[in-house]
C-alpha cells in the first residue's frame, strides 16, 4: 500500500503534466491572436513555434546534463521548481509581447522548461517506481496533458469572444485572405480595451505555474521524493534491472522509433494546433464558438485515447495498441482529407476521432520499446529527439500550407499519420530480428554450457 506522501507526489507530477497541456493546447485557439499581436502572418508566426520545440529539446538535453553535474549533491526537485517558475514567467508576459523577435524568445525559453519537466517528470516517476510499477503511472502521466488541453480551448471561448466578436463568417479576417506582409488586419477586434482580453489566456496558466513552482521548491526543501523512496521500498517496488544494450546492437531499432516519434508528435501538435484555424478560414466557415467547440473535441478525443490505453494496456500488448491507433489516424485523416471541408460533420467527428486514435500512440511506443530493450536511461533521450524534430519542422510547413490554402494543413496531417505507420512497421521488423539474433544467440550459449558439463563425464 503506497503512503499518502507517493499519492501526493503523483498528483503534484500529474497536476504540472496538466497545466503543460494547457500551454501546448492554447496555441491553437489563441494563434490569429498571437500572430495579430507581433504583426507578421501565420507562416512567419509559425517558426515561433519551431524556436519552441527546439527550447523543448534542449531542455530535456538539459536534464542529463543537470543530473551527471550534480550527481544528487541538489535535490533535482529544485531544478523543477526553477523551471516551472521560469515557465509562469513566459506565460505570464506572453500578453505584453508586440515584437516577433522578443515572441520568439520567450517561446524558445518557454519551451525549453517544457522539455526539462517533460523529462525530468518522467525520469522521476521512472526511478521511483521502477520500470514495471511505473507502466500505468506513464500512461497517466500522458493522459494528464490530454486534459489540458481539453479545458484550454474552453477557458479560451469567452475571451476570444469578447475580443472578436462571435460572427457567423470569420473567412473575411484570415490571414490568407490579404497579401498584406503586416497582419494587423487578421482579425477585427470589437473589445475597445487597451489590453485584449485573450491575454487572460495566458496570465491564468502563468498563476498555475507560480503555484507549483511553490509547492515543488518546499518540497525540495523537506527531500519528500527521498521519503517516497523509502515508503516505496519498504512495499517492495522494484527498479529497472537490466542493463542498457549496447547503441550497436539496437540502433535499427532506435532509428525508425525515431520516425515514429517525428510522425506521431509533429501530427498530434500540428492538428491541435491548426484545427482552430483551418476551421474559420478554410471553406467550413466556423464561427469562433464553433472553432473552439471542434478544438476541444480533438482534445476531448485525445485524453479518452489516452485514458483508455490505461486499462488496454492492462489485458493486450503495446504493439496491439499502437497498430490499433496507427491505422485509426489513417483512417479518419484519408476520411478528412476526402470529406472534411465539404460536409461539417464529418469535420466534428474526424476531429474527436482523430485525437482518440492520437493519444495512445506516444506511451504505447514508449512501453513497447521497453520491452524489447532498457530505455530508462540515456535512451530516454530517443523520444525527445524524435518528436522535438518532427515539430521544429513540421510546424513551420503546416504555416506556409496554411498561408497558401488553410485546408491543406490536413493533407500534411494525413500523410504524417500514413508515414508513421511505415516507421512503426520498420520498428517491428527491426525488433523481431534483434530478439531472434538474442534468442540464438541464447540458445548456442546454452548449448555450449551443457557440452562443457557432459565432456568431463565422457573422460
Not at 491564468?204 to 527521498?226: Q, S
Request: hydrophobic content about 50%.
Amino acid at each position: 500500500m503506497w503512503s499518502l506522501q507517493a499519492v501526493f507526489l503523483l498528483f503534484v507530477v500529474y497536476m504540472i503534466r496538466l497545466g503543460m497541456g494547457y500551454y501546448l493546447s492554447i496555441s491553437g485557439p489563441t494563434l490569429l491572436y498571437l500572430s495579430n499581436l507581433v504583426g507578421v502572418q501565420v507562416k512567419q508566426f509559425s517558426t515561433a513555434f519551431s524556436g519552441r520545440f527546439a527550447g523543448c529539446l534542449f531542455g530535456g538535453l538539459l536534464v542529463g546534463f543537470v543530473y551527471h553535474r550534480t550527481k544528487g549533491k541538489i535535490n533535482p526537485l529544485y531544478f523543477s521548481a526553477f523551471f516551472l517558475l521560469l515557465k509562469g514567467v513566459t506565460n505570464f508576459f506572453v500578453p505584453w509581447m508586440t515584437n516577433y523577435a522578443l515572441m520568439f524568445v520567450m517561446m524558445t525559453a518557454g519551451g525549453i522548461t517544457f522539455g526539462y519537466l517533460d523529462v525530468g517528470l518522467q525520469a522521476l516517476v521512472l526511478r521511483l517506481w521502477g520500470a514495471t510499477a511505473s507502466r500505468p503511472l506513464i500512461y497517466i502521466y500522458h493522459f494528464s496533458i490530454g486534459i489540458g488541453g481539453f479545458i484550454a480551448p474552453i477557458i479560451a471561448e469567452p475571451f476570444l469572444v469578447e475580443a472578436y466578436g462571435e460572427h457567423e463568417s470569420n473567412s473575411g479576417g484570415c490571414p490568407v485572405y490579404n497579401n498584406t506582409d503586416n497582419a494587423t488586419a487578421n482579425v477585427t477586434l470589437t473589445a475597445n480595451t487597451t489590453f485584449n482580453p485573450v491575454g487572460w489566456t495566458f496570465i491564468l496558466i502563468g498563476i498555475f505555474f507560480f503555484v507549483f513552482a511553490a509547492i515543488v521548491a518546499v518540497m525540495a526543501r523537506v527531500n519528500f521524493d527521498e521519503k517516497v523512496s523509502t515508503g516505496l521500498e519498504t512495499v517492495g517496488v522494484a527498479v529497472e534491472t537490466r542493463k542498457e544494450e549496447p547503441l550497436r546492437d539496437v540502433i535499427w531499432i532506435f532509428l525508425p522509433l525515431i520516425g515514429y516519434f517525428f510522425c506521431h508528435v509533429s501530427n498530434e501538435i500540428l492538428f491541435g494546433s491548426f484545427i482552430y484555424s483551418v476551421s474559420v478560414c478554410s471553406d467550413l466557415n466556423f464561427t469562433v464558438s464553433e472553432a473552439t467547440v471542434i478544438n476541444s473535441l480533438y482534445w476531448i478525443g485525445f485524453f479518452l485515447g489516452r485514458g483508455s490505453g490505461i486499462f488496454a494496456a492492462s489485458f493486450t500488448k503495446p504493439r496491439y495498441i499502437a497498430t490499433f491507433s496507427i491505422c485509426g489516424t489513417c483512417t479518419m485523416m484519408i476520411v478528412m482529407i476526402i470529406f472534411g471541408q465539404s460536409t461539417k460533420w464529418v469535420s466534428w467527428l474526424v476531429s474527436c476521432a482523430h485525437g482518440f486514435f492520437v493519444g495512445p500512440l506516444y506511451p504505447s511506443g514508449v512501453t513497447w520499446v521497453s520491452k524489447v530493450t532498457n530505455v530508462s536511461g540515456k535512451y530516454m533521450i530517443l523520444f525527445i529527439i524524435g518528436g522535438m524534430t518532427g515539430c521544429i519542422v513540421i510546424l513551420p510547413i503546416g504555416g506556409l500550407l496554411f498561408q497558401t490554402s488553410p485546408f491543406s494543413v490536413m493533407y500534411l496531417a494525413a500523410a504524417l499519420s500514413c508515414t508513421n505507420a511505415v516507421f512503426f512497421s520498420l520498428a517491428v521488423f527491426a525488433a523481431r530480428r534483434h530478439k531472434s539474433k538474442h534468442s540464438l544467440e541464447k540458445s548456442e550459449s546454452e548449448e555450449k554450457e551443457s557440452l562443457q558439463h557432459i565432456k568431463p563425464n565422457k573422460v
